[in-house]
């Protein structure tokens, strides 16, 4: 049973006491009201709610009207829904379609237009969806932890990312399925999602720490995705290859860190003055293997560039710890 159904039932619950307790009829309205105000996230529930009371309201000004002038015969109804519909839409609250519609119906099947009719309409209309408004805002199921745990799979599938295409340099025969590219580029959308759903959770002030960090993974997997393009083209093994390989090496220890150590980099800069006191290609075979290995390193910095432009702590407030995006 998700938590969702739970909350629906509460507020469902909640809601009809409410009304009937200040002598609404047909009570059990208010119910249908909170079910359709219940919603994922807090942010989320504030808008839906904002829309769907907007809408009613609207709803019912134009019921009222094709009422008084119409009288109340079931084909004006038909009338509401063919008119009514457009209207509300064209308001920008077509979420409020349903709940407008409900207040309507109350108001066809009262067959009278008078004050007091109107107001127990409205007084439904905030029962109902400020009893799901209160439920929304009282409790949403914390996902930070679980952030956490998408967190270091998605550091893990990167450390073996890294692992594999040092073998492949040192071996270009070496053939690997990049199955772990996959299951990376699985776990960072469903990262997005999460961290979407904490900030929409946080009305107030939302950390959007988890938010970065997930994009900053799905940048730098697009980077790897070009690293791996290049890759195809050392076809040859060589020393430049094998000196390459020990950079991936220390990369797939270091995007296991909780922080961005900067040791891979300083390596890149060191391997890149060491390139160019070496001699030039004897060969156009040689030349196109090299050139292929220098473009890699290349986009090995652009990678760590992402890295570092985006480090910033992400807390987790159940381990009591402070998190910083890694390599």
Known sequence: MGFRIIKTAAATVLSVLLAAAVGIPNAQSAGLLAILGVETTRKRSLRTITAR???????????????????????VLGMYVLFGFPLIVKSGFKE????????????????????????????????GLGSAGLVNLIYMPQTEGAMYVIRKE??????????????????????????????????????????????????????????????????????????????????????????????????????????????????LYSLEEEFQKMGLPDTREEFEVRSAILQLCRELALYLKIAKRHKMPVGLKQEKRSLTAGE
């Open 154 to 267: 998605v550091d893990g599938f990167f450390s073996v990312i890294f692992t594999q295409m040092a073998r492949t340099l040192r071996e270009p025969g070496y053939i690997w399925d990049g199955k772990e590219l996959i299951g990376a580029n699985t776990a960072v959308q469903r990262g997005l999602s999460a961290a979407a759903r904490e900030m929409e959770n946080h009305v107030i002030n939302p950390d959007a720490a988890w938010n970065v960090y997930f994009y900053m993974r799905k940048e730098q997997l697009e980077s790897i995705q070009n690293m791996l393009q290049l890759l195809s083209q050392v076809y040859r093994q060589l020393p430049h290859g094998d000196m390459v390989a020990e950079l991936f090496d220390q990369l797939s220890g270091d995007v296991l860190a909780e922080e961005y150590t900067g040791r891979t980099e300083r390596l």
């Open 96 to 127: 409020g379609i349903v709940t407008s519609s409900v207040i309507v119906f109350r108001v066809f099947g009262q067959a009278e237009i008078t004050l007091h009719v109107l107001l127990q309409q409205i007084e439904l209309l905030v029962i």
């Open 53 to 75: 009371f907007t809408a009613s309201l609207v709803g019912l000004f134009f019921g009222c009207i094709l009422f008084w002038v119409l009288g109340f015969h079931y084909w």
